[in-house]
């Protein structure tokens, strides 16, 4: 069971001559931001700091080097916008193997796939009739962690990714980019309530790399960095049932488009 914090803040200013703006952000690749578990999404993605599983690449790569088994692997599909679309999904691969018996290095990758399913083609300028496009995004990453100390422990991953949004049309070309992620996890235990519970607490700085053009570079794109903090109880129940408390904080990296009055 677990519980989460998902704060959300907003504000504005108006005044008599002025109307409210809206600026929002826009960036490449969104499927960069979907995450891959039933877990994570069933927590309101704040899994920053959860319990250490095969699913870390994503939340926080740092805590591979506080995993309790040596290797795992794990795959996942997920339909998306089911109730609109029926050929839209993420599928997701991934695994670690920790290193030198276990003594808190640990190597990981992952691979996502996430297809827009078949969007028929239109009429162009002459009236002619446009191809249908399968458009996709896909990532495959490969990132590496250690412990600093026995409490923390630091990761760095790299990762390349390829987006096609034109699917063969020749005026939208594929496009590639290349990112870094840079993740902190720590934990110790404590007493509480007369049982010993588990605090965690970690950063992760994702997707922050080159920009993304679809047009050969006439047009750039930023991808969805984003900085993570967070931190987390784990509370025994008993011998087979914890309840977590996790709270995270996300905020994008990127600048938004600028408001002209």
Do not use: C
């Not at 002459?126 to 630091?154: H, M, Q, W």
């Not at 996890?185 to 080159?210: D, K, P």
């Not at 047009?219 to 967070?230: D, E, M, R, S, Y």
């Amino acid at each position: 069971m677990y519980l989460t914090g998902l704060p959300a803040m907003s504000g504005y200013a108006q005044e008599a001559s002025i109307k409210t703006t809206l600026s929002p952000i826009h960036t490449a690749v969104p499927s960069l931001t979907i995450a891959p578990d039933a877990r994570g999404s069933g927590i309101g993605d704040a899994s920053l700091t959860s319990v250490p599983d095969v699913w870390s690449q994503y939340w926080n790569p740092a805590k591979y080097s506080f995993t309790h088994l040596p290797a795992e692997v794990g795959f996942s599909y997920t339909p998306w916008l089911k109730k609109w679309v029926n050929d839209m999904a993420l599928l997701s691969l991934g695994g670690y193997r920790q290193l030198e018996n276990r003594t808190g290095q640990a190597i990981a990758f992952s691979m996502r796939y996430f297809s827009l399913g078949e969007i028929p083609g239109g009429m162009d300028e002459t009236g002619g009739i446009l191809p249908a496009v399968t458009p996709y995004e896909t990532a495959f990453d490969l990132s590496y962690s250690r412990k600093l100390s026995p409490g923390f422990g630091v990761a760095v991953t790299l990762r390349y990714i390829r987006s096609d949004m034109g699917g063969g049309l020749q005026d939208i070309q594929p496009a590639n980019a290349f990112s870094a992620d840079l993740a902190g996890y720590g934990e110790t235990y404590f007493l509480l309530a007369e049982a010993e519970a588990l605090w965690s607490w970690g950063f992760h700085i994702a997707n922050v790399g080159t920009r993304i053009s679809y047009d050969g570079g006439a047009t750039n794109f930023f991808l969805p960095a984003l900085l993570k903090i967070g931190n987390g109880i784990l509370y025994p129940l008993n011998r087979e049932n914890h309840i977590g408390f996790y709270f995270d904080i996300h905020k994008y990296l990127v600048p938004s488009l600028p408001v002209y009055r």
